[in-house]
C-alpha cells in the first residue's frame, strides 16, 4: 500500500495511473475507520482497478465550539484497516497541505445546504463541498464512494459534480448498521455504556415513521410526533431536529407522498449523531406502499 502525503505525489502518482489507463475508485474519509468505510471499501474494490483513500479531519467543516480538536484519531489502526481492505494508496494530508497560507476559495452548493445539518452548523457543507472538491482535483477518480447515512451531504455532493461537472461518478453505498439498528459513526466511541443503549431509540423511530407510513399516514407531522414520542422514551437523547424533507430539494413537506426523506440529528452526551430514512410512496386507493429507498441518483 502506498501512502503518500504530498499532493504534488498524489498528483504524479495518478497522472501514472490515467497513462496507462487504470480506472480509480475513491473512499474520502476522516479516519476512525469502521464497517460503514470498510464496506466503501469493499464497494471501491470490486468496481475499480485501482483504490484510493483519504484520511484527513477537515477543519473547515467544524464550526467553532464543535469536536475537531477531539475528533476520534487513530492512524495506526486506520493504516492496519486499510491495508486490510486492500486499499492501494492512502493519501494522509497535513492541513497545511489542503489549505496552505493565503488560501481564500470555497464552494457553496446554496438551497441545499440551507436545511436539516446546514440550519444548525453554519459553514459546514461550505467546507465539506470544498474540501471533497479538492481531493477531487488531487485524486483525479473515476467513481467516489459515499454513505447513505450523510445523506444531504451525499446530495450536495451529487449536486456540486454536476454543476461543476467533475468527471467523477458518485455512488452511495447503504447506510451500515450495528446488530441492535444504531447506524455506524465515528462519534459512537463518544457514548458511554447507557447512552450507547439509548441511542439505538434513532432507528426505532425511524422504523416507526416506515410502518406508519406502509399504512397508509401521509401526515408528516403526525409522523415525526410518532418519532418524537418514540425518542422521548431515551432520556439520553435530546432532539436538534427532526423532519421531512423532499429528496431533490430537502425542503421541508407536508405530506409524505412520493420520495421523501425523513432525517434527523440528536445529541446524546457528548455525541451529535445523524440518521435518515429514504421512504418512496406509491398511492394505491387509500393505502400507501412503503419501501427504503437509496439516494437519487
Not at 484527513?56 to 489502526?77: C, H, I, M, S, W
Not at 440528536?266 to 455525541?271: E, F, P, Q
Request: aromatic share 8%; hydrophobic share 45%.
Amino acid at each position: 500500500m502506498h501512502v503518500i502525503h504530498s499532493v504534488h505525489e498524489m498528483h504524479n502518482w495518478v497522472f501514472m495511473l490515467k497513462k496507462s489507463g487504470k480506472k480509480i475508485g475513491f473512499v474520502p474519509t476522516m479516519g476512525y475507520l469502521h464497517k460503514g468505510h470498510l464496506e466503501l471499501l469493499k464497494l471501491g474494490r470490486g468496481q475499480c482497478d485501482v483504490l484510493v483513500a483519504s484520511i484527513f479531519v477537515n477543519p473547515t467543516q467544524f464550526a467553532p465550539g464543535e469536536d475537531y480538536n477531539g475528533y476520534p484519531r487513530d492512524l495506526k489502526r486506520d493504516m492496519e484497516l486499510a491495508q486490510w481492505a486492500e486499499v492501494d494508496c492512502l493519501f494522509l494530508p497535513d492541513p497545511a497541505e489542503i489549505y496552505p497560507p493565503g488560501y481564500r476559495t470555497f464552494i457553496e452548493v446554496e438551497s441545499l445546504s440551507e436545511n436539516l445539518c446546514g440550519a444548525f452548523r453554519p459553514g459546514h457543507f461550505r467546507g465539506v463541498a470544498t474540501v471533497v472538491a479538492k481531493l477531487f482535483n488531487i485524486v483525479a477518480p473515476d467513481a467516489a464512494f459515499f454513505g447513505e447515512k450523510d445523506a444531504q451531504q451525499l446530495l450536495i455532493i451529487r449536486k456540486m459534480v454536476e454543476d461543476l461537472n467533475f468527471p467523477v461518478k458518485v455512488v452511495g453505498c447503504p447506510t451500515v448498521r450495528e446488530s441492535d439498528g444504531l447506524a455506524m459513526s465515528s462519534r459512537n466511541v463518544y457514548l458511554a455504556d447507557e447512552e450507547r443503549a439509548q441511542a439505538t431509540a434513532l432507528h426505532r423511530s425511524l422504523l416507526k415513521a416506515k410502518e406508519m407510513v406502509a399504512g397508509g399516514e401521509t401526515d408528516a407531522k403526525k409522523v415525526l410526533a410518532a418519532m418524537r414520542e418514540v425518542l422521548s422514551e431515551a432520556p439520553a437523547v435530546q432532539v436538534e431536529y427532526i423532519q421531512a424533507v423532499d429528496v431533490a430539494t430537502l425542503q421541508d413537506v407536508s405530506r409524505i407522498v412520493g420520495k421523501v426523506l425523513i432525517a434527523m440529528a440528536v445529541h446524546v452526551g457528548k455525541a451529535r449523531l445523524i440518521d435518515n430514512i429514504m421512504l418512496d410512496t406509491e398511492v394505491r386507493g387509500d393505502a400507501a406502499k412503503t419501501a427504503e429507498m437509496h439516494a437519487p441518483h
